[in-house]
């Protein structure tokens, strides 16, 4: 499954401050980037078993802004 968001991610150290968090929370051979020069910094994920709703949560665990795009 794959998933997009826009997000309030702005700089590649908000990009390795959240890799480790990332990579446990996507696990299972999934594989996710961001997309920085995107307007809406885009975050893509491709994975099973996890949901958008709790990526969003997430991200405002983490005090970012998350929205999926569909």
């Known amino acids: 499954m794959v998933l997009v968001f826009k ?3 702005q700089t590649k150290a908000n990009v390795r401050r959240l ?3 990332l990579d446990e929370l996507v696990v299972e051979r999934g594989r996710w980037n961001f997309d920085l020069e995107d307007c809406d910094r885009i975050f893509r994920l ?3 078993g996890i949901s958008s709703h709790r990526v969003i949560s ?3 665990e983490q005090g970012l802004e ?3 795009l569909t």
């Open 66 to 68: 998350c929205q999926e």
């Open 7 to 9: 997000t309030s991610v």
């Open 19 to 21: 890799k480790p968090l």
């Open 58 to 60: 997430f991200f405002k």
């Open 46 to 48: 491709e994975s099973e």
